[in-house]
């Protein structure tokens, strides 16, 4: 064997990145993430800025690669043969309905293991790996995502810069004339364009589902219990001043809830809670793809801007209308707070991210806590805690009640903007 160039540090820090593995932290999420953020920033910081640009155009390659190849149906047909070792012939075999060139497939093949998509075992033969093999069932999170690349998500950035050039470089803050309707050519704005072709929805549906695993458990930063306990008291008070049972009662809304995840981890919680104490609010075409227990949750299509159809329930409500919910001044009742995501400073990888990533897709962004302080007091509410997850760089939940009058709180906090001071987006 050639005697290698490298030192023998450089080749003990070579050997210990390959020795790590998917099994070393395999149940350990959080772990996972951080370690995948840090092997970025490392990459980020030895390559030359030359390389930089290489990543993006070989990512960007790397996935119009796995797109293709979703088309041709081969991870779907390779899946279900079993998922074995195959050669280039029978990955020709797999593809369905249209057989594509044998050059074309052992290039595109070639590209895709070099990233690890795929495995080359062997002159034309190929092994899936734990990615491929996601990409082959249709309905997982993981093929969802990928079609979102297709359907929403790379003509967005790639239009971004016309876009900018074109509204003079000011922050994107109109919901209707976003980047993401411009470039599109039906001129739709994402939520509306998602209701023009199912596939659109599902996609983008599954994909929030994926993105799951970049999220802490509300119900882990936030002690349900007093919340659940409260309710059940003023239920049985209710039902016991009048001498029946008046139902359950409301006791968590989620608007906009998307599949249900936040709803279901406090049904996982307290299983106890009754059918009707939770609603799960979407968008028609997100709410028929919910993933909820139907006999305890309540799902409802309902659009924000309308006005709210649960009564005497709080909640935050886009258009800024606190009565819209009912009752304002509950102070001690915990059914009257209401739960949101603060990004904090210092944010990781993935909040920057989804905050560009918002900006994109619907002039939105993420807030930091002196922004949401400012948004939740002009809205009506006063915070009256923050819990923060235990691991830094995912979501924390904001309490805060319906409250009269003025309060001077959040102010200091830095809730400033560069250029909008009364948060008048949303
Ligand atoms: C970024 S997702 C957040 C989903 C969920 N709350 C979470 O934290 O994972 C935003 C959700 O708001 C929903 N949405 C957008 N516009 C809406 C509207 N006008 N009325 C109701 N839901 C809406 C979307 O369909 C989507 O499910």
Redesign the pocket.
């Known amino acids: 064997m050639k005697p290698s160039s490298l030192t023998p540090a450089t080749e003990q820090i070579i050997a210990t990145l390959d020795g790590i593995g998917a099994t070393d932290l395999a149940g350990d999420r959080q772990a996972q993430i951080a370690v995948a953020a840090a092997a970025r920033r490392m990459l980020a910081r030895i390559q030359t800025p030359f390389e930089h640009v290489l990543r993006y155009q070989i990512d960007a390659g790397i996935a119009a690669t796995c797109q293709v190849l979703l088309d041709l149906g081969l991870w779907k047909g390779w899946t279900e043969a079993g998922g074995k070792d195959a050669s280039l012939v029978q990955l020709v075999d797999y593809c369905s309905p249209v057989a594509p060139d044998m050059n074309l497939l052992g290039r595109l093949l070639r590209y895709l293991a070099s990233e690890y998509v795929v495995k080359e075992v062997g002159v034309n033969m190929y092994r899936p790996t734990a990615y491929s093999l996601e990409l082959g069932k249709p309905t997982s999170a993981t093929t969802q995502a990928l079609l979102v690349c297709d359907h929403h998500w790379l003509d967005s950035c790639r239009h971004m810069p016309a876009f900018l050039a074109k509204t003079g470089y000011q922050e994107p803050l109109d919901p209707v004339q976003s980047n993401y309707a411009d470039w599109t050519p039906e001129k739709l704005t994402l939520?509306a364009r998602m209701q023009t072709n199912p596939a659109y929805a599902v996609s983008f549906t599954g994909w929030?589902a994926g993105l799951v695993g970049y999220?802490a458990d509300w119900t882990d930063a936030y002690d349900t219990k007093d919340l659940v306990e409260g309710f059940f008291r003023e239920r049985e008070k209710t039902n016991s001043s009048s001498g029946e049972s008046s139902g359950s009662g409301t006791l968590l809304v989620?608007i906009?809830?998307?599949h249900g995840?936040?709803v279901s981890s406090l049904l996982a919680k307290h299983p106890d809670l009754p059918a009707g104490s939770l609603v799960l609010?979407?968008?028609t075409h997100?709410t028929a793809h919910a993933r909820v227990d139907p006999d305890k949750v309540t799902v409802m299509a309902?659009?924000?801007?309308d006005p709210q159809p649960v009564r005497g329930e709080p909640g935050l409500p886009p258009a800024r209308d606190p009565a819209r919910l009912g009752r304002p001044g509950l102070p001690a009742d915990p059914a009257a707070r209401v739960g949101g995501?603060d990004a904090r400073t210092g944010v990781s990888m993935y909040q920057a991210a989804v905050d560009t990533g918002l900006m994109f897709l619907v002039s939105a962004r993420e807030r930091t806590e002196g922004q949401w302080r400012l948004l939740l007091k002009s809205a009506g509410f006063r915070v009256q805690a923050i819990w923060w997850p235990a691991v830094s760089g995912t979501e924390a939940v904001i309490e805060a009640e319906l409250c009269d009058g003025d309060d001077d709180e959040g102010e200091e906090d830095g809730g400033e903007d560069y250029n909008n001071e009364d948060e008048e987006e949303e």
């Open positions: 939520f929030m999220k989620d906009g809830g998307s995840l936040d609010q979407d968008l997100v309902h659009d924000f801007f995501h």
